[in-house]
């Protein structure tokens, strides 16, 4: 079992900067790659960003490319998603997901989930 606490979300005026936190443990954390997926209300869940598991392979979703960075960090076991530029569109409850796969943007491969932070982006 691999356990995910999210948190660093909160309400930002548009353009503002949020950093995203996912610490894990149980398991091995460089077992997995760890992704953030989001769900806005009324809206299916969406990949976000999704780091690989020695964090050299990264993968963006295009609405987020350019201003988000996804990174790991083994020691702490902790994954990280920095988001600049934010925009209303952003709003939306992330959720931090472990999984040993190879199509990191699809959500039902991931086998553990964090609760989620909400992220609130005002105009």
């Known amino acids: 079992q691999v356990q995910l606490v999210e948190s660093g979300g909160g309400l930002v005026q548009a353009g503002g900067s949020l950093r995203l936190s996912c610490a894990a443990s149980g398991r091995t954390f460089s077992n997995y790659v760890m992704a953030w997926f989001r769900q806005a209300p009324g809206k299916e869940r969406e990949f976000v960003a999704a780091?690989?598991?020695?964090?050299?392979?990264?993968y963006y979703a295009d609405s987020v490319k350019g201003r988000s960075t996804i990174s790991r960090d083994i020691a702490k076991n902790t994954v990280y998603l920095q988001m600049n530029s934010l925009k209303p569109e952003d709003t939306a409850v992330y959720y931090c997901a472990a999984g040993d796969t190879v199509r990191p943007n699809i959500d039902y491969v991931y086998d553990y989930w964090g609760q989620g932070t909400q992220v609130t982006v005002s105009s």
């Open positions: 780091v690989s598991r020695s964090g050299v392979g990264i």
